[in-house]
């Protein structure tokens, strides 16, 4: 019994220590992140990185985003139908889209490509003592690794999440109007009418919180990962799964926010209206 | 180079007494533990200047930890490190910086960064820390330390198209590349043949000699050692067992030291070996045969 108790403390304990460190390092990542925005030469270096996280994202997150789209109007079109409301479908599918699906879907999906290879990339850095050997030039390694990293997933994943909430809006219109023949003046004029830009801009803030939780954890994670392929794919693993967690998390604080927000604005909104 | 059977009286194990001016680095009674492990025990050393440095010592036993704490890659649990006279164990990364560019660290496995070219592996440092005007000198200093690896024309290779001694050569011509005061080796011959083993240590000699840097180098490599060393000492179980120049380690008279250098197995090591039966059917698995 006492054994279990002693075990149990020293897990808290570990527990707590690892709570500290990953801390620790998100608030180096971010004051370091910042003060780079300030040095034109960390530029090229957040370019580079804008290629690899963003540029080569957008195929993903467009085919994510189209899937989405369509699928929510196959799955809703029948509860609209059942009731007489077709024509209310385009609202349904582009709220859900921007507003949710589009964002936390694509960020899942960032998770998964960024995240699994930064962590990847970082970790065998780690392994191979590149990270020592840049630290022995007297390079800061959160400045010149992870500062890059994070500002590139900030800047690109609200940019990312756009594409998606496009390719959402365009997959379901496809399936709405050209498949299921719902009249495309109504369809838009019901989405133009439901759709705010409130909306949108939840979405689109809602990625620069999930972009740079990606980029932290899957920097920690790689900086911070066990020797060998093992160590290496139990950090990618890791990596995802907590990104994946955090961005939940993010998502649902964030809509309680956002909520908040927009119930103590709307009436100034209809009295300036 | 002075060569007589000579303990080093500067600094042992039984001498805690190091100041911090005795060499251009020196370690006061450092320890480092990771959780129960004591991988070094109260360690004190100085590194004299201009002097090759060789620290032998069976794998594990913290040669590496050593070096590293030479640069403050690892803090010590207790005890101090100097950089010419000054603290630097209890610097902040940002201070730290600027001590390290006085260093060149020879990893392992070279640790080249493999998504840049053999010339950006040695702008590397000299990016981070010079203001460059002219492009072409960048080049050209490239092209003199590669030169100095006899590597010149490589610049354009990236490290996954190098042999693993060319690599070692290009990361050593990485290390020089700002003109270090201090070059840390970390197992400079390991995995390499006999006679890429060699060219590297007449390196380390050439760059003593042109260069006239303080080197410290961590190997297991006897015949290395003997070759570029001033001084030797050996590690064993985190402490300093054997301080002086190499004829003082050939003629020690510890037996720990001496299968150390001999590449003998221990008495005890070797009756256990001698027990388990390499034939032995009690394994956990049993192969299936099939008639």
Known sequence: ?273 | MEKQNKQNENVSTENNSTKPDDGIIVLKNVTKQFGNNVVLDNISLAIEKGKTTVVIGPSGCGKTVLLKHMIVLQRPTSGEVYFKGQRIDDLDDKDLNGIRAHFGYLFQAGALFDSLSVAENIMFPVRQHCQITRFSAVEELVRNKLKMVGLDGLQSFYPANLSGGQRKRVALARAIALDPEVILYDEPTTGLDPIRADTINELILKLERELHVTSVAVTHDMKSAYKIADRIIMLHHGKIIADGDADYIRNHSDLVVQQFIEGEVSKKELEQLQKTNAANPARPVTRKIDD
């Open chain 1, 1 to 273: 019994m006492r054994g279990m108790i002693g075990a149990a403390l020293i897990k808290i304990g570990e527990g707590v220590s690892s709570a500290g460190q990953f801390g620790r390092f998100v608030w180096r990542s971010a004051v370091t992140s910042a003060e780079s925005i300030a040095r034109s030469e960390t530029y090229p270096l957040i370019w580079a990185q804008m290629l690899l996280i963003g540029v080569r994202s957008v195929p993903v997150i467009m085919i994510t985003g189209a899937f989405v789209g369509m699928t929510l109007a196959v799955q809703a079109y029948d509860q609209l139908a059942g009731m007489g409301l077709e024509e209310h479908l385009g609202v349904l599918i582009n709220v859900s889209v921007v507003k949710e699906l589009g964002p936390v879907l694509a960020a899942v999906m960032l998770a998964g490509r960024i995240g699994g290879a930064l962590t990847a990339e970082l970790g065998t850095m780690n392994v191979t003592e590149q990270i020592d050997a840049i630290e022995s030039m007297g390079t800061d390694p959160v400045k010149y690794l992870v500062a890059p990293r994070v500002l590139a997933c900030l800047l690109l994943t609200p940019a990312l999440i756009i594409y998606a909430d496009l390719l959402g809006i365009i997959g379901g219109w496809f399936v709405s109007v050209v498949q299921l023949h719902i009249n495309a003046r109504a369809y838009w004029s019901f989405s133009a009418y439901g759709v705010e830009l409130w909306d949108v801009g939840c979405g689109v803030i809602k990625g620069f919180f999930f972009g740079g939780a990606i980029a932290v954890i899957s920097c920690y994670k790689g900086f911070h990962c066990k020797e060998g392929a093992r160590g290496v794919g139990q950090a990618c693993t890791e990596a995802f799964v907590m990104s994946f967690i955090v961005i939940l998390i993010i998502d649902f604080a964030l809509v309680v926010v956002f909520k908040a927000i927009y119930s103590s604005f709307w009436p100034l909104r209809s009295m300036v209206g």
